[in-house]
């Protein structure tokens, strides 16, 4: 078949890669293999179809060395730079690239530079990384936005934000893209202040810039700020600027976690009036919202109005039932789920756990925690045996608590030791307690002496002074500083 024939059918006809596969074996069998536009388009097709290794195959060992355009390497490399796992070959291939013997005729551009930066950058290559940076120097592409964005986001990943500045700093030209890097970088090194400042000197910002530093500000929990931003963004004078997804999470975050109900509620307002209501994302955000302010009612009528639901919804308005007190309601949605056929994850079950917990239901939050391995694949955490311990302890079975917390295969923390004791001591058992302190004292149990502290208080609250002194002692003997006292107040039969 004629080469032209072929490199129509590779444009128009074959979408299988076992079409693609016959049209190569054509390629090599019909002296086609000296066509270049039949390769390039062999190459293209390959790539199209995700079959990247056969497209580098027939990209190195096809063509003479001297004659692949920098277009056909940049379309390789840009594919193998797209995902972690493969990005190390886009490194590799660019090396073959360098090596070739008449490199004249095939030369990196800042698209092959932009990418490979990329692929240092999603393979967590730091070494590689700064190396190119001086490859890109001495070969004058440092004055070229593409390739300075993508060194100020890689040194942002590597939390390099001074030399990030400095590349920023030094470049020519900037766009919103280069200034938004630098943001994010500062904002995950919980550098606000400088983050804000950099915010300010922006010539123009998009709702990128302005969803980075909301997000920042939630992330790094100042969720006054994140609201205050909110406003700043919704009064701004930046063309076509408005709240996106992102920002309408981030925000209905900050007003969860303040108990902002007020400002959630006009959030919801806000998202009806721009319809964008149908959004999964934002309807969870919603859910958690509404719970965390304690209308677990409006959470559910988010629920119900739904019409795709996914494992977060779930996990959003199980989660919120169950710190509402609804355990039983919480524990009813989670069956239902699981009957629909979502896989439960971590979190939710914790939440289960929770509900379980709080309302008293032993017996399904013991069936739900034993059978999260086998079942789910999720391999029981400290939190959740630490619901466990709260579950058996709060319906007085404090000997099955304390078999949990000596049976468990990681050591426990404060928090849990102190629940336990609580148990105890709401139950009236003593004897128990005595045991348990052995325990935890056996364990060095101490975290900035929080168990140290824990131990000598329970000493002094059965009277027995010399043993709080004790513990005391030890603790001044290893120079550990306590921390923030705690005190046991007995209201309605709960400490």
């Not at 530093?213 to 994140?226: C, H, K, L, S």
């Not at 027995?464 to 002194?469: L, Q, T, V």
Request: glycine share 8%; charged share 20%.
């Amino acid at each position: 078949m004629h080469a032209k024939t072929l490199i129509q059918l590779l444009k128009h006809h074959c979408t299988g890669l076992s079409e693609i596969k016959c049209i190569h074996a054509q390629f090599i069998t019909h002296s086609h293999s000296s066509n270049p536009s039949l390769a390039s388009a062999l190459i293209r097709s390959y790539i199209t179809s995700q079959d990247l290794n056969s497209a580098q195959i027939l990209l190195l060992n096809y063509f003479p060395s001297s004659f692949p355009s920098p277009l056909l390497w940049n379309q390789i490399i840009q594919a193998y730079s797209k995902t972690p796992s493969h990005s190390l070959q886009s490194l590799l291939i660019f090396r073959r690239m360098l090596a070739l013997d008449r490199p004249t005729l095939c030369l990196p551009d800042k698209y092959t530079l932009t990418f490979v930066i990329t692929a240092c950058t999603r393979q967590c290559s730091n070494v590689c990384g700064e190396n190119l940076h001086g490859w890109v120097v001495k070969s004058g592409f440092d004055t070229d936005v593409f390739v300075g964005n993508a060194l100020v986001n890689f040194y942002c990943v590597f939390d390099k934000l001074g030399k990030a500045h400095k590349v920023l700093d030094e470049m020519p030209e900037r766009d919103v893209v280069t200034w938004t890097s630098l943001l994010r970088g500062y904002a995950h090194c919980r550098q606000m202040g400088v983050a804000s400042e950099l915010f300010c000197r922006m010539p123009e910002r998009n709702e990128v810039s302005w969803a980075v530093m909301i997000a920042g500000y939630v992330g790094n929990e100042r969720y006054g700020d994140a609201l205050r931003y909110f406003h700043d963004m919704l009064s701004s004078k930046d063309d076509g600027v408005q709240p996106n997804e992102a920002v309408l999470v981030s925000i209905l975050s900050a007003c969860a976690h303040l108990g902002a109900l007020d400002q959630g509620e006009w959030v919801h307002l806000y998202i009806d009036k721009r319809g964008l209501i149908g959004s999964p994302n934002l309807c969870n955000a919603l859910i958690d919202m509404y719970a965390r302010c304690g209308r677990i009612d409006c959470s559910m009528r988010v629920f119900n109005g739904m019409v795709k639901r996914d494992v977060f919804t779930w996990t959003s308005v199980i989660v919120g039932l169950s710190v509402n007190g609804v355990g039983k309601d919480a524990l009813r949605f989670f069956r239902e789920m699981v009957a629909e056929g979502i896989k439960p994850g971590s979190v939710m079950l914790l939440g289960v756990l929770n509900g379980c917990s709080h309302s008293g239901l032993v017996e399904e939050g013991c069936s739900i925690f034993y059978n999260m391995e086998h079942l789910w694949g999720v391999k029981p955490g400290i939190e959740h045996f630490g619901c466990l311990i709260d579950l058996f302890g709060r319906a007085g079975l404090v000997e099955k608590a304390f078999e949990v917390l000596k049976s468990m295969p990681m050591e426990p923390d404060v928090v849990m030791c102190r629940a336990l004791l609580s148990a105890c001591r709401v139950h009236g058992d003593f004897g128990l307690t005595e045991r348990i302190i052995d325990h935890i004292a056996r364990l060095d149990c101490s975290v900035y002496g929080g168990g140290y502290m824990l131990v000598s208080n329970i000493y002094a609250s059965l009277g027995r002074w010399d043993a709080a002194a004790a513990v005391r002692k030890k603790m001044s003997e290893k120079k550990i500083e306590h921390g923030p006292g705690f005190s046991w107040i007995e209201s309605s039969k709960s400490l």
